[in-house]
């Protein structure tokens, strides 16, 4: 079992930033890359950015493209997300997911994501 601990969500005004940490234990031998996802009330589940776990190769989604970036630190299991001049839109709970395929084979179908943590809420006003 691999347990995914979510932080760093909170209330930021729309152009501000914030952080997402994602901090993974358990049997991480078998993790080929982590995710984000987020979900707004009333919509579907959406990724945000996935990576490699060891490769660091990165994906993102078209609309957070160029204000989001995923990195990892192996050393600390951890998987960040910094968010960039956030919108309202950007507004969900964002869960941190993991995968035993690679990104590029998992990309945005949370079938693919067998761990999932319980999820940080985002909430950007205007």
């Known amino acids: 079992q691999v347990q995914l601990v979510e932080s760093g969500g909170g209330l930021v005004q729309a152009g501000g930033s914030l952080r997402l940490s994602c901090v993974a234990s358990?049997?991480?031998?078998?993790?080929?890359?982590l995710a984000w996802f987020r979900q707004a009330p009333g919509k579907e589940r959406e990724l945000v950015a996935a990576?490699?776990?060891?490769?660091?190769?990165?994906y993102y989604a078209h609309s957070v493209k160029g204000r989001v970036t995923i990195s990892r630190d192996n050393a600390k299991n951890t998987v960040h997300l910094q968010m960039n001049n956030l919108k309202p839109e950007d507004t969900a709970l964002y869960y941190c997911?993991?995968?035993?395929?690679?990104?590029?084979?998992?990309?945005?179908?949370?079938?693919?994501?067998?761990?999932w943590g319980q999820g940080t809420q985002v909430t950007v006003s205007s």
């Open positions: 990576i490699d776990w060891r490769g660091g190769s990165a």
């Open positions: 358990g049997r991480t031998f078998g993790i080929y890359a």
């Open positions: 997911a993991a995968t035993t395929v690679t990104a590029a084979q998992a990309m945005g179908n949370p079938r693919a994501y067998l761990y």
